[in-house]
């Protein structure tokens, strides 16, 4: 049984804060955290899960720390509505210095504030095989559990680091492309084999300081009424056309 200390202990990993204090976050689910296990299980400090759990994935048991838990322990220190078998302790991901390689595409965020738009941008960035993502400082933070979950285990695939976009992009030789309205159509623009993709906030879009480093302004032409797309389907849109270059 969990002690109240354990549970509260657990409930304030929700906390950025006390998540960067730790350098720990929370991992829920019982598809992700068997992919966890399976290819990163020195990452797991310490494991939650029913004896179902255990049952399916006999390797959950090697973790030092491995307790079996009840639905409604597991239900006390989730951060779901619906937990679901199984909730791991996880050790951030070591952020390696970037440099964007010479025949690769990165991915540039800039101030993508929602969190399920951040785990989907880092899903879809590990879809279309984009292996490095930089975020400046005001993103989402990625180990939080909205954004962890929404990743669907991408979040072990894809290298994201925080850095402040202007310093980094002016030091950078690659091509700069930007989403933005006013910019040229999508579908004319020729990729080049590597460069950096900027997307904007989800309201403001790119902000000036990032938008006079660009070397390229392309949009997704619009042919209804709505004033706008959600930053991650402009991604997603973005992400194709370049990959289908």
């Excluded at 020195?42 to 179902?52: F, H, M, N, W």
């Excluded at 030789?173 to 989403?179: C, D, F, N």
Aim: with cysteine; charged share 25%.
């Amino acid at each position: 049984m969990l002690s109240k200390n354990e549970i509260k202990y657990i409930q304030s990993l929700g906390h950025k804060k006390r998540r960067d204090e730790e350098r720990l976050f929370l991992m829920e689910g019982s598809k992700m955290v068997a992919e966890l296990l399976e290819h990163y299980p020195s990452q797991i400090v310490r494991l939650y899960a029913t004896e179902t759990f255990y049952e399916q994935h006999p390797a959950a048991k090697q973790i030092q720390q491995h307790h079996i838990v009840s639905d409604d322990e597991l239900t006390r220190i989730s951060q779901l509505q619906t937990p679901n078998q199984a909730l791991a302790l996880v050790h951030y991901f070591s952020e390696q210095e970037i440099e964007p390689p010479s025949a690769e595409w990165i991915l540039a965020l800039d101030g993508i504030r929602d969190p399920g738009n951040m785990g989907t941008i880092i899903r879809l960035a590990d879809w279309f095989g984009i292996r490095t993502i930089i975020c400046s400082p005001d993103c989402a933070d990625i180990y939080n559990p909205k954004v962890v979950q929404a990743t669907m285990g991408s979040i072990m695939r894809v290298a994201v680091a925080e850095k402040e976009l202007d310093a980094f992009l002016a030091n950078q030789q690659l091509p700069v492309v930007g989403a933005m309205l006013g910019g040229k159509e999508l579908s004319s623009f020729e990729f080049p084999k590597a460069g950096i993709l900027v997307i904007g906030n989800e309201s403001n879009g790119i902000r000036e300081d990032v938008i006079s480093l660009l070397t390229d302004k392309l949009m997704i032409p619009r042919f209804g009424e709505a004033e706008s797309l959600n930053a991650a389907i402009a991604t997603s849109i973005f992400l194709w056309e370049l990959k289908r270059e």
